[in-house]
Structures are given as C-alpha cells and as structure tokens.
C-alpha cells in the first residue's frame, strides 16, 4: 500500500574514511538533499562513517529506528575497503548475488581500455540479492534499491559524476513510484538590503512562528538577509499561490528592503534596470577600491551597462586622474559628501555615462584624516546633478568595505526604481 | 589524568536545517576533519541534523556512547531555531549562564553600527554553566568547551569566517593542553602559480608517496596550486627542520612556480615588496574589470603602494578616459598586445606610478573582435619602457576573470623580484 509522501523521513549515509580525514567534501549529500527536499521528501539526517564494517552496522541500526528511507553513498568499489553492500546484506540477512548485465559492463570496461580485467573487479558486479538495479552509465558499480520491512535501502557509488546521472536517471523515478500523492516543493528567495537579519525576524516573528507551509527561513550572507519560502503543494501553480500569500503579508511589513528574487544579487538588478532603461553606469571609488567595478563586471554583458571607472585611492588620483577640484578635499578632506559628490560628477562627465556613483571612506584598520574606521560617503550623479549619502559602517575591513560597496549599488537601485 | 591523543575518539555534529535541505554543503565538517587530523585526533563520525532539539538529543545520546570529544557547529546565533546550547545543556543537566564579556562584544557590535540591539540577541551572550568560552573574534556568539564525565564537547558557530579563526586560536590550544603527550603539528604552505595541480603532483609524486612525517598534500584552489607540509614533533624547532629537508627537496624541482607561504597572497607578495622596495603600482583593468585593484585594496594599508587604476570597458572609457591612441586601436582592436601596452604606459603616466600593468581579453561567455574567449593579454609598463604577455585561458568566465587577474600580478611579482 502506497502512502503519501508528506511524512516520509530519509536520511543519507555517506561511507568513506577520506571525508573523515577531511580531504574530501560530502557534495554527494548536498546533492541528494537538494533533490529529495524537491520531491517533497524529507531529509532528518546525514552521517559520515569510515569504511569500517562494525562502525557501518553501528549506523544502520540507528537508521532503521528513525527512516523509511536510506540512502547510502560510497564504498561499492572494487578495493577491500569497499564494504556497503557486504555490511548492508549482512544487517538484512541477505546474500550477495552476481548481476549478469553489470558483469558484461565491467568486462566491457577494460576491453575498451585495452586492459586486463583483475579479479577483485568482479566483486563490482555482485549486488544484494532482491535488489533493483540502478544502472551505472558513468562507472563499473551498479546501484541498488532494496526493499526490506517497509524500509527503502538506496545504494549509489561516490563519485559524483556517478552518482549524480544514477540518481537523477533511475533513482527518482523508483521513489516517485513509491508515493500515491505527486508532491511539489517550490521555495522561492526574498532578498533584502538594508536591515539586519534579526530586525528582519523580529518584524515577522509572528508569521514564521505560525506559518507551517509555506515555511519562513530567514538566513544572513554576504551583509545581505534572505527570507526562504518554501511550499509544498499538489502542483507548481497551488505552491506559487501560497507562496504569494505569505509574501503579500511580508512586502506590506518590510517591503522597502527588499530589492530582489531567488538568484539576485544588488549588482544583477542593478544591470538588468539599466540594460531595461538603456542607461550607462560609472563609478568612482576609493575605499571600496575596485569593488563595486568587479561586481557588475563579473556578470556576462556588462559592457553594455558599465562604462568603465576609476579607482582614485590617493588623493594625487582624486584631483589628477579623476578630477575632483583641489579645494573641496583642502575643505573638507578626501572622506566627505562634498568629495562623494565631487567624484561621481567628475565621473559622469569623463566616462559620459547616465548615472555615476562614488564612495570615499575609512575601511580601516586605521582611522584617516581624524574620521573613524566606518566612515563612508557615497555620491550618486546624474545630469539632473548630485547628491551624498553618509553611512557608519562597522566590522572588519572586508565587511566595511563589501557593505559600502552594496549601499552605493542600492542607492543606484533606488535611484533606477523612481524613474 | 591526561592519556595519550592515539586513541582519542572525536566526531562532529553539525546542525542546520539548510544544510539537510542541501543549501549549504557541510565545509565545517571537512574543515575541522583536516584540522583535528593534523593533532592526531581521529574524527569517527560527522553527522548533521536540523534544528530539532529532540532529534539533536537523540544524535548526542548516541555520542555520548562512542567517542571522548564531541565538536558542534551552528545553531548559536539569536533566533529561535537556534538551539544548540540549549539542548546541550538540557542533556547535560546544566543551565545557561550570562558571559559578561561576551555581552559586552555583542553590545559594542550594535553600537558600532548605530543599531540599536534587540532582545534576541541577549541570547547569544548566554553559555553553559562552567564552560571555558572560546571567543568569536569574527562574530557576535561566543563558542564554548565543556567537560562533563570524561567527554569534552566543543561548540562553534556556525559561519565559516568565524568557525576558522576561532578554532585555530582557540580550539587547537584547548585540545592540544588536553593530552599527555605534547606533540606539536606544525604545517607550512608552499603557493605556487603558473603550474597545475597535475603537473605540480607528477613531479613530487614520488616524494609523497614516500613522506608521511612531514606529509605533503597538494591543493588546488582559486587558480593556484598549493602544497602543503605537516609535520608532527616533539617541538617546533623540530618540526621546522624535518619541514625544511622535504622544502628543499620540493624547491629544487618546481621551486620556479613558488611566490609564497603560509597565508600569502599574489596581492600581499607583490604589496610587501613594492613597500619594500618603495614603489607605487598601478592597473588598467578591461576584461578583469576591477578584480586587481579590488585584491589589492583588500589589504590594509594598500594606499601606500596603490596609487589607483582606471577599469576601461568599453572603447570610449580606453580612449578617451585611459588615453590610449585611437589609431593603435583601430589597427589592432582592444584586445592586443599593443593595447595592453599603450593601457600599461598611459595608467604609469596618469598616476604617476613606478610600475603599471594591464589587462585585455576575451572573458566571455561570447568572443569578441573574433577572438576566442580566454584571450588575454597583460601589459607591464615601467619607466624603462613596457611589454606585452598573451595569454590563452580556460574555463568559465568567472575563472578567466581571475586567472588573468592573478597572472598580471604575477608578471608584476617577477618584474620586482628581478629589480
């Protein structure tokens, strides 16, 4: 009898001593968690252990307690280390038995490299007796879907360029034969600039407290907030309808901060307002030194967009490269909204784009001109003229200086939006 | 009474609903497992959990039973998913207790920022009662080490930035104080550029099948190659100078590609020389778009040696920005030897720098002027007169960015070397 898919619980099982040692990544169960969250199948664990046979046996008796699901990744090869499947047939009292089509691939395997097959190759071949076979297209040893006692047994190989066309091709479709109800889970990213995560979470405690689908996952990166929506549904078009429910109830709380979506970054939405409007960008900058230039460079066609800028770090660059007037940074030093204004007009005219943006500032560790380390200014130009923002920013130099960085590309952003 | 760390039995629990959901890869784990291998300390098991008190319970009861040090990561920020501590303590029978210092931090973070602190983040000052706290240089939660009943467990948040520095400060010391025997491991990174990691472990592979006290383990990261030697010894001189014999080994073979130790940069070679050789650089970016003023101004106190630099991206900002003659390229487009000449020579003379490099090319994703993407060439331009290199890169266009960046600054560091 099939059940539906909204409480079955996995978890995965990577063997292998060298992920223990550290001289490997698990990308496998990232990747498997990635896959099952969207087949609305849901991951409670992930273990490591080494390829030891008791240590392995330790942990599939604990899976049995707690999983309907296990999947296990590694240690199918041929060496004497390999001992998934061994360990597994014998928790399950089973024995290993030789699949004929796998044999003629691995025979097929060293015919083509001209080599001679050893005997320990053969070992590939044997599977747990009962198993369904998972093809192995990219490699020797096959994988294996076992059913035993109302418990799903996954074997996959490690390496990904495996396990990854195992899983996708003939995996997926054996775990969406087990489940009555066709789930979609769809999640959708809110991306905010401009307040911190725990004030973001404190204005929707109330939300992600109730909400239970879709779920409310706010997260901190990169000086940004994110908030993850994630709904599980019968189709895609019910998921979205959720999904905007909740974000409705989000915008109209803090729907200032957020400028984008998913895969967004400042600089993307930045480009894509630009390349929409058919305007230019410039930037002048000092203490984030080339930084702002890289995020919009980095993206594919930002020729279009980004003119080109100038990174005037002494003042010698400021006044004779950019052209900033002596006097203002004699009045009011090179840290200042006069300089700010200064260099983004200076900016605009030189590299005659639409809107130019500036930023000068102490990124630290040390304080310049007397102003403290976080002092930021950041001057946006266009040919309807200039205006300054001041910011104090804290933290390490890289987080002064990406955080600048960002706030001189939402300004841009906010600037494009009222066009 | 201390033992000997041989027979030390660790594992690590990390805890995140994001990494189940496969939206993060479990780096910490891999991380801490390279880490603890080099003390001598063996990691049995990683596991990861949600942020569920009740199955993390489970996941720490089963510890309990095999191993002597237990290490978390996550779930030691202010929300209320976060809920590692809480649960330790519950499990351990112990309370939460306010840390006055940590408080503080937390307190002086907000005020830095000119945020005023909400009540969430109290929580993230509370550590269990008579824990030795483990500072958080990078962040706002403290870590912890705590010794209930022969096992020790280790907590650490949750973000790389501040997971790293506090368990090489912090950790390594605690457990290192832990065991009889006081060996000392001692690593030293060599830094190679202009050679793949393939190539690089052809050449050695002899010497590392060979060494297992130092090892060598070479690492390809951010399109560099790096070895690195750990030794383990009685004392520091010692692990110097069994260091010292396999370096001049690897030295002697491929000593040509070396620019660096340890925590070295391209960016911070070529900075500590030109500081200490007093010279100023400066860059003229188009295909890097600001990536090399932006790895150079990372590093503090770069205004010394950095003059600024122009990112010329379009043919406009080349020309009538730079300065570079319209005929040169007209006659042999913007991605040219001669072009990244004329670029190098014309940021020397706009900055009045001693040094200045180039770069134009090809970062695709599509060709430009007919050249194939991965065309780059870099221009070096001194008083003495300027050069052009060209290059043929692979990859993506993000790779392209930085190979061309470090490849210009690499031609800059030899350029230096030979003065």
């Known amino acids: 009898m099939k059940r539906g898919v909204g409480n079955v619980k996995a978890e995965i099982i990577a063997v292998g001593t060298e992920l223990l040692l550290?001289?490997?990544?698990?990308?496998?169960?990232?990747?498997?968690?990635?896959?099952?969250?969207?087949?609305?199948?849901?991951?409670?664990?992930?273990?490591?252990?080494?390829?030891?046979?008791?240590?392995?046996?330790?942990?599939?008796?604990?899976?049995?307690?707690?999983?309907?699901?296990?999947?296990?990744?590694?240690?199918?090869?041929p060496t004497k280390d390999d001992l998934t499947k061994e360990t597994i047939a014998s928790v399950l009292g089973k024995t290993l038995v030789e699949h004929?089509?796998?044999?003629?691939?691995?025979?097929?395997?060293?015919?083509?490299?001209?080599?001679?097959?050893?005997?320990?190759?053969?070992?590939?071949?044997?599977?747990?007796?009962?198993?369904t076979v998972l093809p192995n297209d990219h490699g020797m040893a096959p994988g294996m879907a076992i059913l035993v006692e109302n418990i799903h047994y996954l074997l996959f190989p490690g390496p990904p360029r495996e396990l990854i066309p195992m899983f996708d091709h003939y995996a997926i479709p054996y775990l969406?034969?087990?489940?009555?109800?066709?789930?979609?889970?769809?999640?959708?990213?809110?991306?905010?600039?401009?307040?911190?995560?725990?004030?973001l979470e404190e204005k929707l405690m109330d939300l992600i407290d109730r909400q239970s689908n879709p779920t409310i996952a706010p997260l901190a990166n990169e000086a940004e907030a994110t908030i993850r929506l994630t709904a599980k549904a019968k189709s895609l078009a019910e998921a979205n309808q959720m999904i905007v429910g909740v974000e409705a109830e989000i915008e109209s709380r803090v729907g200032q901060f957020i400028y984008g979506y998913n895969d967004d970054s400042l600089a993307s939405v930045v480009s894509r307002l630009l390349r929409e409007k058919a305007l230019t960008l410039t930037v002048a900058?000092?203490?984030?030194?080339?930084?702002?230039?890289?995020?919009?460079?980095?993206?594919?066609?930002?020729?279009?967009?980004?003119?080109g800028g100038i990174v005037s770090y002494s003042s010698h660059a400021k006044i004779n490269v950019l052209g900033v007037p002596s006097d203002i940074i004699a009045e009011t030093g090179t840290v200042s909204g006069e300089t700010a204004k200064a260099m983004a007009t200076e900016a605009l005219n030189q590299f005659e784009a639409?809107?130019?943006?500036?930023?000068?500032?102490?990124?630290?560790?040390?304080?310049?001109?007397?102003?403290?380390?976080?002092?930021?200014?950041?001057?946006?130009?266009?040919?309807?003229?200039?205006?300054?923002?001041?910011?104090?920013?804290?933290?390490?130099?890289?987080?002064?200086?990406?955080?600048?960085?960002?706030?001189?590309?939402f300004h841009v952003y906010q600037w494009l939006n009222r066009l």
Chains 1, 2 share one sequence.
């Open 22 to 77: 550290g001289q490997i990544s698990n990308t496998n169960a990232q990747y498997l968690s990635k896959r099952l969250a969207e087949l609305g199948i849901d991951v409670y664990f992930h273990t490591v252990v080494g390829d030891n046979s008791n240590r392995l046996k330790q942990v599939i008796l604990n899976a049995q307690e707690r999983s309907d699901i296990i999947l296990f990744t590694g240690g199918l090869g």
């Open 100 to 131: 004929q089509p796998s044999m003629e691939n691995i025979e097929r395997f060293f015919k083509q490299r001209g080599m001679e097959m050893t005997a320990n190759n053969r070992k590939q071949a044997h599977v747990v007796e009962g198993s």
């Open 176 to 199: 969406q034969s087990l489940y009555q109800e066709q789930f979609i889970v769809h999640s959708k990213v809110l991306r905010f600039f401009g307040i911190g995560e725990s004030l």
């Open 285 to 307: 900058e000092s203490c984030t030194g080339g930084l702002i230039s890289q995020m919009l460079t980095s993206l594919p066609g930002s020729s279009e967009i980004f003119a």
């Open 354 to 409: 639409d809107v130019a943006v500036s930023v000068t500032g102490v990124a630290g560790p040390d304080p310049t001109e007397n102003k403290p380390v976080g002092t930021v200014f950041i001057g946006l130009a266009t040919e309807q003229g200039c205006q300054s923002f001041s910011l104090q920013l804290s933290g390490s130099r890289p987080n002064i200086q990406l955080r600048a960085a960002k706030y001189a590309l």
